[in-house]
């Protein structure tokens, strides 16, 4: 199983659909796209705050600038749909900063500019049949579209997600499917996933929903309850980096295949800037280890190659 690469970049002009609020922090833009890609889950958009006039064939549909002059913005494609002559992709962002802020206030028949698909994608294993997801926090966009790809290739889906708390988890419930407080079962609980068939384990830090506890804990006590085959299962797995981290030394303990998407800061996502840097193993380099970009390389890595830099979630 390889990771696929996509060296193509294109510059789009996204005209706002939809621009809606998920929960208490994170919202859903919608975008229609001229053309189409052949883009997968694991991918990412580079969104900039303005669509050049010149781009545009009714300059006032332009958004409105950002107030603060702003490098592009780094978002995973969380869902994409072919409509006539091109495309609509959603991305989930939460709102931390200037340029988060910014989107919020997009409303529809605004146009901003697209740069993307860019980076890799998540290998789909033709051997395995069971795919676990991890999501933790602002790391749910990608396991969505992904939930959609996996199911497609026939794979049985379960998706872990968690929040600091209720309010704060990007989906919409099914109030008739409560979710198991021990972690033992998954529920078709959540409505994203439910469409593609996968079931999910919900978990909050503060245990406003689901399991009481962070997700690698509720990851633990659901494998001991169902004691999955490791060699038929595969892990994937988005979010805080602790949590990242915690994940493929449980995967690896336990000789499961995972892979992790990873952030860092982008300047240019294409592989010019050099700013996105992450530490991978390089056993072939006199030193053990090499850096690698996370936006053409990555954003995805087999998590055994990947050597952390932060501390592991607690148990
Ligand atoms: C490949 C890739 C995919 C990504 N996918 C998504 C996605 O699907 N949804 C999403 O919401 N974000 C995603 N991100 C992160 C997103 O790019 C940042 O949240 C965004 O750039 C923040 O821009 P800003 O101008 O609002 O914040 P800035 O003004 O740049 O930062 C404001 C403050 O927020 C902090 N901050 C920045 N990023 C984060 C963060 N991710 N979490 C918490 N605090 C942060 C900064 O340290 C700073 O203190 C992704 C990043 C990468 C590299
Ligand atoms: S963001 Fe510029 S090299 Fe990766």
């Known amino acids: 199983m390889s990771l696929s690469s996509s060296s193509s970049s294109l510059m789009r002009v996204g ?24 883009a997968a889950p694991g991918q990412f958009v580079h969104l900039a705050p303005i669509a050049l006039a010149a781009e545009l064939d009714d300059p006032a549909s332009a958004a409105p600038p950002c107030p603060s002059p702003l490098l592009r913005r780094a978002f995973s494609i969380a869902g994409l749909r ?21 989107m919020a206030s997009l409303t529809p028949g605004l146009v901003v500019s697209v740069l993307g698909p860019l980076g890799n994608s998540f290998p789909i294993s033709k051997d395995k ?14 396991m969505l579209w992904l939930a959609e790809s996996l199911s497609a290739a ?25 979710p198991d407080v021990d972690a033992k079962q998954a529920a078709l609980s959540a409505r994203a996933f439910a469409r593609s068939g996968a079931a999910v384990v919900l978990a909050t830090d503060d245990g406003s ?15 001991q309850a169902n004691r999955p085959d490791p060699d038929d299962l595969v892990i994937y797995t988005c979010g805080p980096e602790r949590m990242m981290h915690f994940v493929a030394g449980w995967a690896a303990d ?44 990555g954003p995805v890595f087999p998590a055994r190659n990947v050597l952390w830099q932060t501390p592991t979630t607690a148990r």
């Not at 005209?15 to 052949?38: F, I, K």
């Not at 929903?209 to 494998?223: E, I, P, T, V």
Request: charged share 20%.
């Open 209 to 223: 929903l689901g399991f009481a506890g962070h997700l690698g804990a509720a990851l633990d006590a659901f494998s």
């Open 254 to 297: 336990r000789g499961i295949d995972c892979y992790v998407c990873m952030e860092r800061a982008m300047a240019c996502g294409t592989g010019t800037c050099q700013s996105c840097a992450v530490e991978v193993r390089a056993p072939a380099d006199k030193d053990g280890w090499r850096y690698a970009l996370c936006c053409t390389e």
């Open 82 to 102: 072919a409509t006539d002559g091109g495309e609509e992709i959603d991305v989930i962002y939460r709102v931390v900063g200037t340029g988060t802020q910014w």
């Open 15 to 38: 005209t706002v659909v939809a621009n809606r609020a998920l929960c208490d922090e994170h919202l859903r833009l919608t975008l229609r796209l001229p053309g189409r890609t052949a």
């Open 154 to 178: 026939g794979k049985q889906v379960i998706a872990f997600c968690g929040a600091q708390r209720a309010s704060l988890l990007a989906l919409e419930l099914d109030p008739n499917v409560p």
């Open 129 to 142: 049949d069971h795919a676990w997801l991890v999501a933790g926090g602002v790391g749910l966009p990608p």
